[in-house]
C-alpha cells in the first residue's frame, strides 16, 4: 500500500529502506529531506482534521496520518513520533469539547492519568529502545478491544453486583490501562477503542461521559510520549505543526458530533472504525 500510495503523489521514498535506518531508528532527520510541498502540507492538514475528529468520537485517529505520513515517503520511525507529537494538540482539543460530560470526574481522571502518564512513557521509552516489536500484536489487541466494546454493557451489568463504589480503583482497571497506555506510548493507532472498552466494563457510567475521561487519559498519554519524543526523537516539526492545526479543529468536530449520539450508535461507530483499523493493519 506504501509503495502504491508514492507511485500515486509522484515522490519516492529518501531514506526509509536502508541500513542505517534499520539499524538506526532514533538517528536525527536527514538534512536533505525537502520541506513539505504545499500539495503534501493540503493533503497532511486534511489527514489531521480527520484524525482529530475520530479521536475524539473513537480513536485510531492515526491510522489515517501515519499512512500518509508513509506515503510521502516518510520512514516509519520519524512518522510514528512526529504524529505522536502533532496530535497531542487535537487530543486536547476533544477533551475540552467534552468538558461538559468530565463534570465530576477530577478525582478519578487523577487516578487513572498516573497509570496512563507511566505507560505513556514505558511505551515512549521502548519505541525508542526497540522499534518494530509491538506490530503483530497490533491487530490482536483492537480486535480484542472491539469485540469488548460489544459485550462491554452485558460485562458491565454482570459485574456490577461485585462492584464498589470507587470502581476506578480497582487494580484490574489500573494495570489494564498501563498496559493500554505503554501501547498507546509506543504506537498509539486504536488506543482510544481498548480504553473506552475498559472503561465501560469497569465503570458504572455513561458512554459518553467514559468517552470524555477517555479523551484526558489519551491526552496524558500522549503527551507525555510527545514530550518525550520533542526532547530526543527526529520530530519533523513542519509536519507536526500541520497535524496539530488540523487536528485542533478536528477535534472540536468530533466532540460537536460525538457528544450526540445515542450510545447504541457510538458503539456501532467504534465498531465500524475499529473494524476498518483491523483490515487496514493486517493488509496494508
Known sequence: MVLAARRVFGRPSLRSTDETDRHHPNRRPNARRPPVTPFEAGVILAAGVAAGTINAIVGSGSLITFPTLL???????????????????????????????????????????????????????????????????????????????????RLSRALSAHRHAEADRAWPLTLTLFATAIYGGYFGAGQGIVMIALLTIFLPDSIQRLNGLKNVLAVVVNGVAGILFAAVAPVHWDVALLIALGSIVGGQIGAHVGRRLPAPLLRAAIVCVGLVAEVRLIFG
Not at 521502548?126 to 503483530?136: D, I, Q, R, S, T
Open 71 to 153: 506515503a510521502f515517503g516518510y520512514p516509519p520511525f520519524d512518522a510514528n513520533v512526529s504524529n505522536t507529537v502533532g496530535l497531542v494538540p487535537g487530543a486536547i482539543s476533544g477533551a475540552v469539547g467534552y468538558r461538559r460530560e468530565l463534570v465530576g470526574q477530577r478525582p478519578r481522571a487523577i487516578r487513572l492519568g498516573i497509570a496512563a502518564a507511566a505507560g505513556g512513557l514505558t511505551g515512549g521509552l521502548l519505541l525508542l529502545a526497540f522499534p518494530g516489536a509491538f506490530g503483530a500484536v497490533v491487530p490482536v489487541l483492537i480486535g480484542l478491544a472491539l469485540v469488548l466494546v460489544v459485550v462491554g454493557p
